[in-house]
């Protein structure tokens, strides 16, 4: 291998055809791969080539299929039908290591390494070179970690134990162990979201690491929902949505806007300023004090200084990409994440020490866009369930009401229309469309003053998603505030009275009125510009 | 994950396998007692049942104690240890009259809780790991306290409740029915109880619900303490001697089966009172039968090893996932 690799890339810039470039040759083919779960289809009869040499990026909101892609390759998941190719051959992985032997690596967000142990120990895990008697040389191995890491530009000290260390370097070490020092050395490299807990610097870093594994001719697979980083880094890349492919494509003949309306399931030329819809006029009138008002709200590496007001009545969307920063706040403001800096003030009160709890008292309610981590009780009945947060109001000397309960329950599952046989089967039996509905009922019998709702509608039913979308105006007409987020851009915009559109953790833009569209909620996305290429922000 | 699967389909369990796991500890218990009834020689007289009964009484005042820390997905070994505790510290406060005596008894074991309560709620330490220190600390601790020696005790009071009888009924049965009431109606009246299998149903969920996690599994803890610890003294009063070497040895492991064969799931999120109550008989009724068969004691330790392996491999299927 090179000592020193400045040279360039030997393949995949100006590819001339989108599926295969005439100078790379494919490391990885996946031909028409599907991949279901309980009947459920994560992957339909997708295709992707990894060229030997090239960045290839791979984009989709949640449930795309990403995922389940790369742990195809990755040999974590078998496929239900189609083939995969490695260098040419058919393969088949019995599980990640058959994958690992193969040369195929991933770096995942979590680093799989040992903080305690020192950088050398980490890099040569399990393979340590061994010296006479068989132990461990200790002094050759701290050389040959200098030389590897140097190649990558990494100057540690590679006794120092990893944890100590930067959490870029620490990335720096797991790609170099996956890299390097594996026996025959990676043909391909999967990156999953490898900038996410990284500063501005060591992402430029990565993008140095990046350049070499190309100029060994390795094919990078980059998993990223940072359109900054797929713009400066790939040469070509893949979109998914709803498990399947809806492009594969050159870079450079993609602009952002193109982009964001492929992940997003628009398309351009369709998208239109979209007029106002009926409750937009209705709830715009903002008199008077915000219910809530959450200000530089700032958590590092999800939240720089958000700002958001919802006054009663109102409706305002978050919209960005995944990770935008849109979950984030939401998060913060119900205090289930803490905050680096920022306040939160509801109906001119601020909170001093912020959790849930305290959210709730205060006034505010979540539904979380993880429903099933983070909303239901599965093994709890509906009723338990729905009266779960508002325990401490039914409850007298420490023993629960089950009369005011069971009214609770009982207006709540009519004015929902939860399709119930009985409020003491258990959650886990409902429809997703109807757990949600649950979920609802357990911050609406709080009477809340502000509702966040986090991707309400995701993964339901047809029925129950107008359901819900019908319920949110009627909420705001009784004046409630709701903050909704949702990564369809046409809930938000039909939704909504006011979008704040999200960025790396920022607000980029705020559109009132007949400005609400899903062409400009797009362009905020992309980058303020239909222009293609970089568009100067970072 | 989050790519993966979006709205999985519920898999319902076997309504057979649920209705095993929900009432199959009432069925086996009655299987043994009508088995041992027609045939096992002796066993249908007064004084036999009475004695089953009460030997039966310290698991299941552990296990009621256990199946409220168990159905928030912890554990607690420490309860063997609480009992020497509280039988090490019973003798020495005896000076002061039987009440006094026995509050400060209950009082370590309720310290002692705490002390896991915090580690676990508040530190965010394993449950198995903060019990397990205080499994190793607390019996050491008791026997520096008694000295390392048996301690007979001269109470009447004491005798009264470990050997007394009201009603017929002897007092350690109506000790164990009357907790066994409490914390039936706490688990299903009171908020606390619904606090308990929401947390260990889904913590994170209850988090986001608002629920105040870290005082309910302090509660928690603290009333295994407390319960561990009056097992401690209806013990010590039974035997009429403090026996901090070997009073509750291995108990937690006995208490820990009869909750799980009870019906309250490892994973937590539910919890059986009377279950818990008749896992500890059956345990007990299991020893009973192979011992007055003439069967040697080991035989009835793998008997209920299997019928532990069997509870939870009936379990197993609404585990996780």
Same mark, same amino acid.
């Given at each position: ?137 200790? +002094? ?45 050395? *990676? ?144 998060? *913060? ?28 008292? *205060? ?33 007298? *000397? ?7 309960? =069971? ?13 119930? +046989?009985?409020? =003491? ?83 980029? =833009? ?29 | ?53 009460v030997q039966v009484v310290p698991i299941a005042i552990v296990a009621l104690g256990m199946?409220?820390v ?5 554990i607690d070994l420490s309860v063997g240890s609480v009992m020497a505790l509280s039988a090490a510290v019973l003798p020495l406060y005896l000076g002061y009259g039987p009440g006094p005596a026995v509050v400060v008894a209950l009082a370590v074991g309720g310290l002692v809780g705490l002390v896991n309560g915090?580690a ?8 198995i790991?903060a019990t397990l220190a205080l499994l190793v600390a607390g019996r050491a601790l008791a026997l520096v306290l008694a000295d390392g020696r048996l301690v007979e005790i001269f109470d009447p009071t004491l005798g009264w409740i470990g050997n ?7 007092v350690t049965?109506?000790v164990t029915?009357?907790l ?41 803890y603290v009333l295994s303490g407390l319960l561990a610890a009056v097992a401690g003294v209806v013990n010590t009063a039974r035997l009429g001697a403090s026996d901090p070497s070997f009073v509750g040895l291995l108990i937690e492991l006995s208490a820990i089966t009869a ?21 500890a ?16 004691d ?24």
């Amino acid at each position: 291998m090179a000592e020193h690799a400045a040279a360039p890339p030997p393949g995949g810039d100006s590819p001339d055809s989108p599926d295969r470039p005439a100078n790379g040759t494919p490391t990885i083919e996946v031909t028409d791969v599907s991949k279901h779960f309980g009947g459920i289809a994560a992957l339909d009869r997708v295709s992707l080539t990894l060229l030997a040499g090239e960045v290839h990026a791979l984009v989709g909101e949640n449930g795309a299929g990403k995922s389940t892609l790369i742990k195809i390759i990755t040999g974590v998941h078998p496929p239900d039908g189609g083939s995969l190719r490695h260098r040419g051959a058919e393969v088949s992985f019995g599980g990640p290591r058959d994958a690992q032997a193969a040369g195929i690596s991933t770096i995942y967000q979590e680093l799989n390494l040992v903080p305690q142990m020192s950088v050398a120990r980490n890099l040569f895990l399990g393979r340590e070179p061994r010296g006479r008697l068989g132990l461990i040389d200790t +002094a050759g191995m701290h050389r040959a970690a200098r030389q590897v890491l140097g190649r990558y530009g990494v100057a540690v000290d590679v006794r120092r134990p990893l944890g100590e260390l930067g959490l870029g370097v620490q990335q720096m070490v797991a790609m170099a162990r996956a890299v390097a020092t594996t026996g025959r050395g *990676a043909s391909v490299v999967v990156m999953d979201e490898p900038t996410s807990s990284l500063e501005p610097r060591e992402v430029d870093r990565l993008a140095e690491v990046i350049d070499v594994l190309r100029a060994d001719g390795v094919a990078v697979l980059y998993v990223s929902h940072r359109l900054d980083e797929v713009f400066r880094l790939a040469q070509r890349v893949t979109v998914l949505r709803d498990g399947r492919r809806v492009h594969t494509g050159p870079v450079a003949a993609t602009d952002r806007l193109g982009l964001v309306a492929m992940m997003l399931g628009r398309r351009v030329d369709e998208v239109r300023a979209h007029g106002r819809t009926r409750f937009g006029e209705a709830h715009t009138g903002r008199a008077g004090e915000p219910v809530l008002r959450a200000s530089g709200l700032t958590r590092r590496h999800a939240l720089s200084g958000v700002d958001l007001e919802v006054h009663a009545g109102e409706v305002v969307g978050l919209a960005g990409l995944l990770g935008s920063g849109r979950s984030e706040t939401a998060r *913060a403001v119900f205090g289930v994440d803490p905050l680096d800096s920022g306040s939160i003030s509801v109906a001119g009160a601020t909170a001093r020490r912020w959790s849930p709890a305290a959210a709730i008292a *205060a006034g505010i309610g979540l539904v979380s866009e993880d429903r099933k981590a983070e909303g239901i009780i599965a093994d709890l009945s509906v009723r338990d369930n729905i009266v779960l947060a508002a325990l401490p109001r039914l409850t007298r *000397a420490g023993f629960v009401s089950d009369r005011r309960c =069971d009214e609770v329950v009982e207006v709540f599952v009519r004015r929902l229309r939860i399709k119930i +046989a009985d409020p =003491d089967q258990p959650v886990r039996d409902l429809s997703g469309g109807n757990q949600q509905k649950v979920l609802l009922a357990r911050m609406l019998c709080l009477h809340p003053r502000v509702l966040l709702l986090d991707e309400p509608t995701r993964g339901i039913d047809v029925g129950a998603k107008a359901e819900i979308q019908a319920l949110v105006d009627e909420l705001a007409a009784t004046g409630l505030g709701v903050v909704l987020i949702s990564s369809e851009l046409e809930e938000v915009v039909e939704g909504a009275s006011r979008v704040l559109v999200l960025r790396d953790g920022r607000v980029v =833009d705020v559109l009132t009125g007949d400005g609400i569209g899903e062409h400009q909620i797009m362009s905020a996305i992309a980058g303020a510009s239909d222009e293609p290429g970089p568009a100067g922000d970072g | 994950m989050a790519d993966a699967v979006r709205a999985p389909a519920p898999r319902p369990r076997p309504a057979a396998l649920r209705r095993l796991s929900d009432h199959g500890v009432h069925v086996a218990v009655a299987v043994l007692l009508v088995g041992n009834l027609l045939f096992t020689a002796n066993f249908a007289t007064l004084a036999n049942l009475r004695l089953q009964l009460v030997q039966v009484v310290p698991i299941a005042i552990v296990a009621l104690g256990m199946a409220l820390v168990v159905a928030t997905r912890g554990i607690d070994l420490s309860v063997g240890s609480v009992m020497a505790l509280s039988a090490a510290v019973l003798p020495l406060y005896l000076g002061y009259g039987p009440g006094p005596a026995v509050v400060v008894a209950l009082a370590v074991g309720g310290l002692v809780g705490l002390v896991n309560g915090v580690a676990v709620a508040v530190f965010g330490v394993q449950p198995i790991i903060a019990t397990l220190a205080l499994l190793v600390a607390g019996r050491a601790l008791a026997l520096v306290l008694a000295d390392g020696r048996l301690v007979e005790i001269f109470d009447p009071t004491l005798g009264w409740i470990g050997n007394g009888s009201a009603a017929g009924v002897p007092v350690t049965l109506l000790v164990t029915g009357a907790l066994g009431v409490v914390v039936a109606v706490l688990v299903r009246r009171a908020a606390f109880g619904r606090r308990v299998v929401a947390i260990g149903g889904n913590r994170t969920a209850a988090t986001m619900a608002g629920l105040p996690v870290r005082r309910t599994l302090l509660a928690v803890y603290v009333l295994s303490g407390l319960l561990a610890a009056v097992a401690g003294v209806v013990n010590t009063a039974r035997l009429g001697a403090s026996d901090p070497s070997f009073v509750g040895l291995l108990i937690e492991l006995s208490a820990i089966t009869a909750v799980v064969i009870g019906g309250t799931p490892l994973a937590g999120g539910r919890v059986r009172v009377l279950g818990t109550l008749m896992g500890a008989l059956l345990m007990q009724l299991i020893t009973a039968t192979i011992i007055q068969n003439d069967l040697p004691d080991s035989v009835a330790r793998m008997v209920q090893a299997v019928i532990i392996v069997v509870a939870v491999f009936i379990q197993r299927e609404r585990g996780g996932s």
